[in-house]
């Protein structure tokens, strides 16, 4: 499945969702920790809110520390406008009126100076969301200057933790977790890297990616478009010095780094099996020419010889397996001989496609016997089990069939390379259908698809970069697009966090209320609680544990649920030993109700009243039962792809992509799911470009 990626990622995704909100950005101040009279303090503190809707809004907090080392911290700030934290994330908030207070958690307590933490929290809201005017870190106010420092004689400075040998690649490759994309920039196939809608790279923005947390980053390059022509294909030096330019910021943060040939493997060099002479000149030039210009650059950048390689119009898997193990070792002896740092550098190679399969670790393991050269690395990557990664074929949860995909692939690659001391960097990873739409997959199974695979790729000792084209780190604002998303990857780095079944409870309005029950997904952890905003949930009373399954009680339920308005009433969180909460919606809704309507092939929309609930899939099929639109082989199809909702329109969209492969004049019957159970029937026919459809 992973060999699909190529494809998919040829068309740049565009986040559909301009984040707003609110920032304030305040500096520091260099007063005295109540902690130390002698001690030097100072912060800043980055708060935002970009998301909002009527009644509530996401907000994430960057604190920076510049004074000296803090091992425990407590941040403390006033709401001008009455508004509540509900739910946290990688911080223990508690309010007093309006008086919060934030401090650390296990995992991120140690701040050392010029450190950045983060956190986030879900918050009520009535009327204005106007942001908080000033913070306070450990007492002192975060204002702009740093006090005096504790002298030597009275605290000596902390050493740093060790950071891995860059020589050694284990250790290399060990400090490289955790990494990250800077996806659909410098791999962009237009003219230059802003060509596929993301800003200019700035100093700034992988400033503000070492600040959550990211050891490595992976510059993807695309070469095709910069370079002249034949023999010498010279590359455009404005383009070379712009990558050596951002590659050096990036190495003076810090960062391991690493460069490849990225788009080139499905432009030109696929057309190796029937022009092998020329692709091979070519990509030997280019490697030839970066290699030249990095050979002097720090330990720390990492050369990889190409993204996701693939071969079009070749015999089969031998012939594909003989053509990338000539670029893999012809990369090998370009880097090798042009010398200074290159003599040693780390080197990552990847598997055909950069696949998980077996036979695909069996031809890269092949190739590295035959180099025999301890400085090798090798990757792959992992978008998930495919149903599941884009949300078809009924691939709507991170079931045991999603987890053992995942697990076997991982496993794989343990024994074919870790458990033989063959460092493993898994290049990329995410889901498919990140590229379409960030909730083709929904939520609360997105969040344990990531946490399951943070804390099996520790188990398995290979360090992961996170696959982000620009959908997750907003480039402009330098936040997350969904920082509860990052929230449950971060802690993956490191811990495991409990989850449950679901992140919803449905109660249907046209009903009395019952009591309702989720299975807890310890995960290694124990369950420490329920969490109503600030208020503890009483254990008895508002809910009862037995052995993993919580039971939220009638009268809570109805409580919570106050006039049971249509959509999420009330947000709990369970907490955990370790990790960050689970968030449990409170949901109320009765049975969404479809509207005849008429449109064509190219413009249908289903009236759609959801009246609270959300839709999960949809089955088409014909009134033979045979399945129907694309993917027949499934009547379930691809989220986003043929259908999506609309919320805010009130509507579901049928699109092109659908009817294109719908029989004409043939009824086609659509069984809608939605998260709640309910299943709604509706009925399209297409006459050449007209759609008509029905309720009944």
Known sequence: MTGLRSTTRRTRWRNGLLASGLSVLLAALGLTFAVSAQAAAGCRVVYTAPNQWPGGFTANVAITNLGDPLNGWSLTWTFPSGQQVTQAWNANVTSSGANVTA??????????????VSFGFNGSSTGANTAPSSFALNGVTCTGSVGP???????????PPPTGNPTDPAAAVAA??????????????????????????????????KAQGFKSIRIPVTWGQHHGAAPNYTINSTYLNRVKEVVDWALADDFYVMINIHHDSWQWIANMPSNRTTVLARYNAIWTQVASTFRNSSPKLVFESVNEPQFTGSSGDAQNATLLHELNTSFHSIVRQSGGNNATRLLVLPTLHTSSDQPRIDELVATFDALDDPNLIATYHFYGYWPFSVNVAGGTRFDATVQKD????FDRIHTAFTARGIPVILGEYGLLGFDRHTGTIQQGEKLKFFEFLGHYARARQITTMWWDNGQHFNRNTHQWNDAELFAQIKSSWTTRSGTASSDQVFSARASAVTAKSLTLNLNGTSFVGLRHGNTDLVRGTDYTVSGNELTLTAAALTRLSGNRAYGTNAVLSARFSQGVPWRINLVTYDRPVLANATGTTGSFTIPTTFRGDQLATMEATYADGSNAGPHNWTPFKEFDHTFAPNYTANNIVLKPEFFAEVNDNSRVTLRFHFWSGEIVTYYVTKSGGNVTGTTS
Not at 103 to 116: D, F, I, P
Not at 406 to 409: H, I, K, R
């Open 406 to 409: 995942l697990t076997d692939a």
């Open 103 to 116: 401090t650390n958690v296990s995992y991120n307590g140690a701040l050392a100076t010029n450190a950045t």
């Open 176 to 209: 490289m977790q955790p990494g990250w994309n800077l996806g659909n920039s410098f791999d962009a196939t237009g003219d230059g890297e802003t060509s596929w809608g993301n800003p200019r790279v700035t100093a700034q923005l992988l400033d503000n990616i």
């Open 149 to 159: 420092t504790t002298p030597p004689t009275t605290q000596p400075p902390t050493s």
